[in-house]
């Protein structure tokens, strides 16, 4: 049975930082696109960060330069490292593997930015 657990969620003050952990079981992960999303109160699902299996990276625009997605294929761990939160980046974090037509959701860890 598949699984993506994500850890690491938490309260922060602004401009702080939190590095998620999204543990996989169950699935041949250093084959797996891995993904990072959150989900705001009232909005909807956004993407965040990509890294592929050959460890290419993508971000959007909203995280450049402030989110580092990583991986480590030897204890099948996604991280993503958030420095210099803003209260906008409150929300439901959630990890995301797919490879072809397959695709697998953790079930989020929250992430809090206030003071």
């Known amino acids: 049975q598949v699984q993506l657990v994500e850890s690491g969620g938490g309260l922060v003050q602004p401009g702080g930082s939190l590095r998620l952990s999204c543990a996989a079981s169950g699935m041949i992960f250093r084959l797996f696109t891995m993904n990072w999303y959150r989900q705001a109160p009232g909005k909807q699902r956004e993407w965040l960060a990509t890294?592929?299996?050959?460890?290419?990276?993508n971000y959007a625009d909203s995280v450049k330069g402030r989110f580092t997605i990583s991986r480590d294929n030897a204890i099948n761990t996604v991280y993503l490292q958030m420095n210099s939160l803003k209260a906008e980046d409150t929300a439901v974090y959630y990890c995301?593997?797919?490879?072809?037509?397959?695709?697998?959701w953790g079930q989020g860890t929250q992430v809090t930015v206030s003071s």
């Open positions: 890294i592929t299996s050959g460890d290419t990276t």
């Open positions: 995301r593997g797919w490879l072809g037509t397959v695709n697998y």
